[in-house]
């Protein structure tokens, strides 16, 4: 089972509360501190990804926003990833690219003054 700790508020304007989304083989249990709000199967439980570090979920037609304190691994664990075309969403595709292009030229640039 992976415990995912973070900030859960509802898409009707609500108060941000603390959260945490326990995801267990093909379960998805979500608490407020102590209390249990509920159970889910992962094939019921509808997870779309709208920035790098927030995530919206619906559970039984209720959307809230998931702010995790560990993105990535959320994600992997529902099978959510980040779009890394070009033209992506969040561009990250582009980022990664021009990054890779420095590091590309700073390596030949050590090599050329080798």
Known sequence: ?????????????????????????????????????????????????????????????????FAPDDPAGFAESVNVVVDLRPASRFGLGERVRKAKEELAAAHAAAADED
């Open 1 to 65: 089972m992976r415990n995912f700790t973070g900030r859960m508020s509802p898409h009707d304007g609500g108060d941000a509360h603390s959260a945490t989304i326990m995801i267990d083989g093909q379960w998805f249990r979500l608490m407020e501190g102590n209390r249990r709000v509920g159970a889910w199967s992962l094939d019921d439980v509808l997870v779309e990804r709208v920035t790098v570090f927030r995530f919206n979920i619906t559970l039984d037609g209720v959307a809230n926003t």
